[in-house]
T-cell receptor, first 114, second 111 residues
Framework: GQQLNQSPQSMFIQEGEDVSMNCTSS?????WLWYKQDPGEGPVLLIA?????ELTSNGRLTAQFGITRKDSFLNISASIPSDVGIYFC??????????????FGKGTLLTVNP | AAGVIQSPRHLIKEKRETATLKCYPI?????VYWYQQGPGQDPQFLIS???????DKGSIPDRFSAQQFSDYHSELNMSSLELGDSALYFC??????????FGPGTRLTVL
């Protein structure tokens, strides 16, 4: 099945620093999404990307849908302590039929030192 | 804004027992997805429903079944529970194939 390679696995940074994480795949995805998950909670949608080459911002977050449709990155600027959590990328397959499940990366654990 | 509701939030069962997890999608959402997340793992797709019909199936054990009802809520039924079924179970909802929004999850512990 499809696999997403997400890196880095974990990051330990100082408050105020910028963060970058990315996902790559051998398969083409129609949609890329970035979620943040706090321990024991459900993934919360941060950014959704629908078009190859699309660059989208949400406050201090910026994400891009790779032009090949096989990769995406997420940047967090000026990190704050509440950015702590696990960040997942997720890909949704091209349309057609009913196959719209999400395939997730393994996650990036972000720790922010105040 | 209304979110996806899941119940119960926590469930403890013995091996070989059955469990039923419920999911209430965001109002007007017609599609429901179930995911299983083991400790330290990423969510894995189990099954999905669109307009009360099963639309896709992932790595869901035969011991599990699910359905979507006329009010669009969904239930995941799990029988002959095993220790390995201990996990977080998430429901996500969407309008058709649009963006999926996740519920808070049900933590199932099998003893």
């Amino acid at each position: 099945g499809q696999q997403l390679n997400q890196s880095p696995q974990s990051m330990f940074i100082q408050e105020g620093e910028d963060v970058s994480m990315n996902c790559t795949s051998s398969s083409i995805f129609n949609t890329w999404l970035w979620y943040k998950q706090d321990p024991g909670e459900g993934p919360v949608l941060l950014i959704a990307l629908y078009k190859a080459g699309e660059l989208t911002s949400n406050g201090r977050l910026t994400a891009q849908f790779g032009i090949t449709r096989k990769d995406s990155f997420l940047n967090i600027s000026a990190s704050i302590p509440s950015d702590v959590g696990i960040y997942f990328c997720a890909g949704q397959l091209p349309g057609g039929g009913s196959n719209y499940k999400l395939t997730f990366g393994k996650g990036t654990l972000l720790t922010v030192n105040p | 804004a209304a979110g996806v509701i899941q119940s119960p939030r926590h469930l403890i069962k013995e091996k070989r027992e059955t469990a039923t997890l419920k999911c209430y999608p965001i109002p007007r959402h017609d599609t429901v997805y179930w995911y299983q997340q083991g400790p330290g793992q990423d969510p894995q797709f189990l099954i999905s429903f669109y307009e009360k019909m099963q639309s896709d199936k992932g790595s869901i054990p035969d011991r599990f079944s699910a359905q979507q009802f006329s009010d669009y809520h969904s239930e995941l039924n799990m029988s002959s529970l095993e220790l390995g079924d201990s996990a977080l179970y998430f429901c996500a909802s969407s309008i058709g194939v649009d963006t999926q929004y996740f519920g808070p999850g049900t933590r199932l512990t099998v003893l």
